[in-house]
């Protein structure tokens, strides 16, 4: 089966899991492939919904505009939704796993997606620019690789 949509997932969806959504959607533009994405969160906070500063600027300089984004937390339809569901952490996949274990099919880190490891993509939130920025190295190198075998 082709992969059609492809849910990324953090913890607040304001950093890595909004990073990777819009790295994806760049990288899909240029490939040409029909494969939608989009990013939840695990515990969204209310009163914390814009993206990361960080995060945005350094989308903003590779001419990516995240301005719009407003965090969103994942729901049963979202998963029913995705073709694959791609998590920054094993603890972010062990917690959709709990909540929505008729998933489990297609929940996995994105590390395991794109090159079969089992490593965290640690969390930048409130981080300096320099670690916000291998961050964001890291995630274009996951989900450039995820893409690539998924798709």
Avoid: W, Y
């Avoid at 607040?12 to 240029?30: K, Y």
């Avoid at 600027?57 to 073709?83: E, K, N, P």
């Avoid at 099919?105 to 490593?119: I, P």
């Amino acid at each position: 089966m082709a992969v059609r949509h492809i849910l990324f997932v953090c913890t607040g969806n304001t950093g890595r899991s909004v990073a990777a959504e819009a790295l994806a959607h760049r990288m899909i533009a240029d490939r040409g492939v029909a494969v939608s994405v989009a990013s939840r969160g695990i515990a969204v906070d209310a009163a914390n919904h814009r993206t990361e500063p960080h995060v945005a600027t350094l989308l903003a300089a590779r001419g990516i505009d995240v301005s719009a984004h407003h965090a969103r937390q994942v729901t049963a339809a979202d998963i029913d939704a995705a073709d694959q569901v791609l998590t920054m952490t094993a603890t972010h996949k062990q917690r959709v796993l709990n909540a929505f274990p008729s998933g489990a099919a297609k929940v996995r880190m994105l590390s395991e997606a794109a090159n079969g490891t089992h490593d965290d993509v640690s969390d930048a939130f409130g981080a300096p620019l320099a670690t916000c920025t291998s961050m964001l190295a890291r995630l274009e190198a996951l989900v450039a690789a995820a893409l690539t075998r998924l798709a």
